[in-house]
């Protein structure tokens, strides 16, 4: 079977396969498929190229996928750097509020255990609400240093505004008394009414060791003579 | 006569040659699609009742035959809020089949284009949602209208749509997935495929669905996805500079 323009067609081959060689089979130019044994071999190139072309197109695409999803990444992370910002941010807000707060805290405790210097030195302390071991403890600190630096001589404690009182409100009530009694300062409870009187008879809270008085008043009154009664009478001074 | 069950792997490379062969120097996306269902339906001709090409176009860039065909279709559906000069339509593009209307995408106006306009109104046609389900482009992106999810789907051709059985497949709320059921009886349908994938540089996806007359497993039918990279090596050109239809 002859072969038409077999030298031209040959010279076609060529260029395609050194196209294809150089990966250039995108734009390389399809081969004209005749009907004879050298039209064979034009069509099995062409199948190549295409072959080549399909596979290239594979791969941008699948390249462009990837640029995709790593730009969906970036801006997941950009996404997630903004919103761990955003928290901290939060977090230095939720920090001062939570300082502010411990302010308010410290300063509401400190409101809640008025002292008030009701004579020569006698103080009363009107305690209000419930005595846990932390309100215990200021009381304690705030009496003490009270006691150290105004030459207190007796404190009253009362307890009109106290809801209950527990065991563990008398035991915490008796360890105020006694190092008030340390530093040399002679303790009263008033306050306590007919209610909580009860409670503590129920409950079995001993307080038979600290001295009590129905009102303030009265626990006033006691100091005062106490005062009187263990400072040296006029005539006694300088003697 | 060749049939799908029997085609082998080299029968595969053979017929994705002849694809990009026949597509190669259309002057049109339309001429392209046009020979594509042409050579899988003249390929198997026992199995195949029905291969048509889509192909997402933007609604003011319709050739003035599917513009009026999607009016109509707006018209009728209340959609007409919801589209915009850029809402992409799944137009028809290519079409071979038993029937002599089914040559002509011109004669298939009731299947023309449909406007990709709302999610709940792809969402009630089963089969559409589902193969933009399983060809990786989804329905969420259509109520934002970012159409990037295209570039995001490049790549993952490797969707493939499957029905094996049109008279019985039934979606996630017990909808037949092919709705025609009066298509399917009339004409014995049994496995509906579809193949897709996006254009690099576009926001064109490309689709093709196929009805069979006979049932095909699912492994046969998956060497047929390469196909679709093959038109669009032929037809990327065209797509990019809008020479979709054939006026």
Redesign the interface.
């Known amino acids: 079977m002859p072969i038409d323009d077999l030298e031209q067609r040959l010279h076609r081959i060529v260029s395609a396969l050194n196209a294809i060689s150089a990966g250039e089979y995108v734009t390389a130019h399809?081969l004209e498929e005749r009907d004879d044994l050298l039209g064979q071999v034009e069509r099995s190139v062409?199948?190549v190229m295409?072959?080549l072309?399909?596979f290239d197109?594979?791969n941008?695409?699948?390249n462009?996928?990837?640029e995709?999803?790593q730009r969906?990444i970036s801006e997941k992370l950009a996404t997630i750097a903004q919103q761990g910002e955003t928290l901290r941010v939060q977090e230095a807000e939720l920090e001062a509020k939570l300082a502010t707060i411990d302010r308010q805290r410290l300063a509401i405790r400190a409101l809640t255990i008025p002292v008030l210097e009701v004579d020569d030195g006698i103080i009363a302390l009107p305690i209000v609400g419930v005595v846990d071991s932390t309100r215990a403890s200021d009381l304690t600190t705030t009496l003490l240093t009270y006691i150290a630096t105004r030459g207190v001589r007796c404190v009253i404690l009362d307890l009109t505004g106290v809801e209950l009182i527990d065991t563990s409100t008398a035991d915490h009530l008796l360890k105020v008394e006694r190092a008030a009694s340390l530093m040399g300062a002679r303790c009263v409870l008033t306050g306590i009414g007919p209610d909580i009187a009860q409670t503590m008879v129920a409950l079995g809270v001993d307080l038979s060791q600290l001295r009590t008085l129905s009102t303030m008043k009265e626990g006033l009154r006691d100091s005062r003579s106490f005062i009187r009664e263990s400072s040296p009478r006029e005539g006694e001074r300088g003697r | 006569m060749t049939a799908i069950n029997d085609f082998s792997s080299q029968d595969h490379t053979s017929l994705a040659r002849e694809v990009q062969r026949r597509t190669r120097g259309a002057l049109s996306l339309e001429g392209a699609a046009q020979a594509f269902t042409k050579v899988l339906y003249e390929t198997f001709p026992d199995d195949i009742l029905l291969a048509r090409v889509f192909v997402t176009v933007p609604y003011v860039k319709l050739s003035a035959d599917v513009r009026a065909a999607v009016d109509g279709l707006i018209q009728k559906t209340g959609i007409g809020d919801r589209m915009r000069d850029d809402t992409p339509v799944l137009s028809l593009i290519g079409t071979t089949g038993t029937e002599a209307p089914w040559n002509d995408r011109k004669r298939s106006a009731g299947h023309a284009g449909i406007p990709l306009a709302t999610s709940d109104f792809i969402d009630a046609i089963p089969m559409v949602a589902r193969l933009l389900r399983e060809l990786g482009v989804g329905l969420d992106w259509i109520d934002t209208g970012d159409t990037s999810i295209v570039a995001r789907s490049l790549g993952s051709s490797s969707g493939l749509f499957y029905v094996q059985d049109a008279g019985v497949a039934v979606d996630h709320l017990r909808r037949k997935i092919i709705a025609a059921q009066d298509f399917v009886k009339q004409y014995d349908v049994k496995t509906v495929f579809g193949l897709g994938g996006g254009y690099l540089e576009t926001s064109s996806f490309l689709a093709s669905i196929v009805f069979c007359r006979t049932e095909i497993e699912r492994g046969k039918i998956e060497p047929f996805m390469g196909l679709i990279n093959r038109i669009k090596v032929s037809t990327s050109e065209l797509v990019k500079q809008g020479r979709l239809f054939t006026h």
Do not use: F, G, I, V
Request: a negative charge; zero cysteines; charged letters at 30%.
């Open positions: 399809t062409n199948d295409m072959d072309q399909t197109l594979s941008r695409e699948k462009a996928s990837l995709a999803q969906a």
